[in-house]
Nanobody
Framework: QVQLVESGGDLVQAGGSLRLSCAAS????????VGWFRQAPGTEREFVAAISWSGLSTRYADAVNGRFTVSRDTAKNTLYLQMNSLKPEDTAVYYC???????????????????WGQGTQVTVSS
């Protein structure tokens, strides 16, 4: 079992930055690829970023590539998402996730996730 708890969501102006954290517990966390999804009202939950269990591989959605950076601290069992140059369209609930995030050649879907956090709200004002 893996438990995930996000923090760091906030209201920020367009162009600003924010860092999300995800504290993980459970013996198998270090063996999972982990990442972030987001969901805006009335939309499907969509992939944002992922990092492999080793930390050596990352992947990003086209919409955030170059602006967001995903990282993990295995010693602290914590996942991070550094978000820069935020846009109003980044407004969503952001979810930490653990699962098979690197097998698919296309953006991972929510169906490959084994564990979810409860979500943290990010709001970007224009």
């Amino acid at each position: 079992q893996v438990q995930l708890v996000e923090s760091g969501g906030d209201l920020v102006q367009a162009g600003g930055s924010l860092r999300l954290s995800c504290a993980a517990s459970g013996r198998t966390f270090s063996t999972y690829a982990v990442g972030w999804f987001r969901q805006a009202p009335g939309t499907e939950r969509e992939f944002v970023a992922a990092i492999s269990w080793s930390g050596l591989s990352t992947r990003y959605a086209d919409a955030v590539n170059g602006r967001f950076t995903v990282s993990r601290d295995t010693a602290k069992n914590t996942l991070y998402l550094q978000m820069n140059s935020l846009k109003p369209e980044d407004t969503a609930v952001y979810y930490c996730a653990a699962g098979d995030l690197f097998s698919s050649g296309s953006a991972p879907s929510a169906s490959v996730i084994d564990y979810w956090g409860q979500g943290t709200q990010v709001t970007v004002s224009s």
